[in-house]
Structure formats: C-alpha cells, structure tokens
C-alpha cells in the first residue's frame, strides 16, 4: 500500500472524510504508525480524535495545531455549504491566517 510510506515519515495528522464509509476500521493501522491525530468529517460534524497508548480517543482541541478546536471547524466546513467556492476559500484562508 502506497500510504505506509507517507506513515513511516512521521504522518502528524490524517483527515479522513467520511461520506461513504467510515474510517472506524483504520483507526488501528493509524495507531500501529504512531499517527498521533485523526480528524474525521462526515459531512456534518468534525471530530478530533488523539493517540493514547494504542487507541484514540475524541478531544475537543487539536494537539497538533494548538488552539484549533473540532467545533470550529465544523462550523467553518459547514459555512462551506452555503458559500460558493472562491468565497468560502477566502474565508478559510482569512481564519487559517488568525490562527
């Protein structure tokens, strides 16, 4: 599999978004890589989900991009929803940038 390499680098975060299937089952590849993040959409909410020991387990705030909450993102992809494309960037780039 193409993606062990990407692993063995030292992959920080994974984002996975899940509108077909779920990511559930990855989670233990990602653990046995040492990933210490996993972001997962499913095209509602976000969850931020952290490495502890062998397992992930939720938490509100990344660790990877301090002070970048899971609900602050959902609420920036769910403005995505109702702005066009250029406007929505713009405005990603914009809170990218206050962080």
């Keep these: 599999m193409q993606h062990h390499a990407l692993f063995r ?5 994974v984002v996975e978004v899940d509108i077909t299937s779920p990511s559930i089952s990855k989670l233990p ?5 040492g ?6 959409f499913d095209s509602e909410r976000l969850s931020m989900l952290r490495l502890k ?6 938490v509100g705030t990344s660790g990877v991009f301090p002070g970048v909450s899971a609900e602050a993102v959902s609420q920036l992809l769910a403005q995505g929803k109702s702005l066009g494309g250029t406007s929505w960037f713009r405005l990603a780039r914009a809170w990218a940038h206050e962080r």
């Design 9 to 13: 680098q030292g992959a920080r975060l």
């Design 35 to 40: 990933v210490p993040e996993v972001w997962r």
């Design 29 to 33: 590849m990602f653990a046995e890589f």
């Design 53 to 58: 020991g062998d397992r992930y387990q939720e």
